[in-house]
């Protein structure tokens, strides 16, 4: 089978690595890449997108999209974890495409209503442009063949703050638009992406196998590799945003949960994303007046790496 999806992206070092598996895997067809700010600058996401492809020789369409959040102030893109040019400060190639005159928004509500049913989005950054989307055409919902978003955490804590993943704290109110809006969706989270481990030795795999994408995906690594040593000791990363499209084709490697998702938008919880499983009583019934949605809460992280490994090999 083959899926017909957008990528939602802010790259991003997880996200390169993702972008390279969407251009490659024989059974994703790329309809075009939709970029905001996040990991980076949204100028400097679609520059990413656009170079990435091109060092790929695919000719892909990239929107650009949300440089802010709804409602909330930025904060400054975290360029300790992935360079200030998103891609671990490596030397880059020149660009020579440019990105679509249709803003990120218009280009899935269009993409989408072309072939409805059929569409996936998958979304790997904050989900403003997922937000925007929904606003201009609400029918997405019935659309759209499915959602996948990297991002939320239900039992693992957070990454950004002690209860928040970055994707739906960096725009909470997005986050809380999307994972409410009644679409078919599944959240691939903390709870999987931090069992995945990619280990330089597949790293090494990946570069022989990438070509001159290869040795952009392995400089901006070994930078990213660096704070993950610091900051949680291990040798290696988190794959995040490729575990979206190891969920997108192998769902067999991952275990969901259905129930209903709230995001919490202020105070202290904020970008906390809650998961009351379907069926679950508790004290009000706030907490299961959603829709449902589906949660990876297990995977086979060996498996999910190894398939990573083997699509860029
Ligand atoms: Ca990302």
Redesign the pocket.
Known sequence: MTHPIIFD??P?V??AQAIAIALAHPEIELLGMTTTY??VDVSTATHNALLLAELADKSIPVAQGAAAPLVKPRHPAPAHIHGANGLGDIELPSLQGQAESRSAAQFIVDTINARPGEVSLVA??PLGNLAAALQLDPTLVDKVKQVVV?GGSIREGGNVTPVAEA?IFNDPHAAARVLTAGWPLVMVGLDVTHRCVLTPSHMARIEAGQGKLGQVLAGSYAFYRAFYQEMLGIDGCCP??SCALAWLVKPELFTTHRGHLNVATEGEAEGQTIFAPENRGYIEPRWSQTPLADVCLGVDGDAVVEWITATLA
Do not use: E, R, W
Request: no cysteine; proline share 0%; glycine share 24%.
């Open positions: 992206t802010d991003g997880d996200d996040g990991n790997v950054g990297m994707n995040h945003d």
